[in-house]
């Protein structure tokens, strides 16, 4: 069992950044892919960006690639994401998941452990 909690939502204004932080607790870490999905409201969640165990691999969805950044600290049990030049359309509850498999995933039912989520809200 991971338990996983999510931080560092806001309010920002459109252009601004926020950084959310992931925490991890139950098992080791580093055995762990992580991803963040958010949802928007009457949205489906979507991806946003993944990394792989030890952090070799990244990847982000197009609507985020230049802006977001996906990191880890499996020293810290916790993973981030570097969001910049925020726009209004970024505003939703963000979640992270993390499931133990080797490589990157995209896709929800892939990730069997998630965060409750953080609201972020970007203003124009």
């Known amino acids: 069992q991971v338990q996983l909690v999510e931080s560092g939502g806001g309010l920002a204004q459109a252009g601004g950044s926020l950084r959310l932080s992931c925490a991890a607790s139950?098992?080791?870490?580093?055995?762990?892919?992580m991803a963040w999905f958010r949802q928007a409201p009457g949205k489906e969640r979507e991806f946003v960006a993944a990394?792989?165990?030890?952090?070799?691999?990244?990847y982000n969805a197009d609507s985020v690639k230049g802006r977001f950044t996906i990191s880890r600290d499996n020293a810290k049990n916790t993973v981030y994401l570097q969001m910049n030049s925020l726009k209004p359309e970024d505003t939703a509850v963000y979640y992270c998941?993390?499931?133990?498999?080797?490589?990157?995933?995209?896709?929800?039912?892939?990730?069997?452990?998630w965060g409750q989520g953080t609201q972020v809200t970007v203003s124009s």
């Open positions: 998941a993390g499931d133990s498999f080797a490589g990157l995933r995209t896709t929800e039912w892939s990730y069997h452990y």
């Open positions: 139950g098992r080791t870490f580093s055995n762990y892919a």
């Open positions: 990394i792989s165990r030890y952090g070799g691999s990244t």
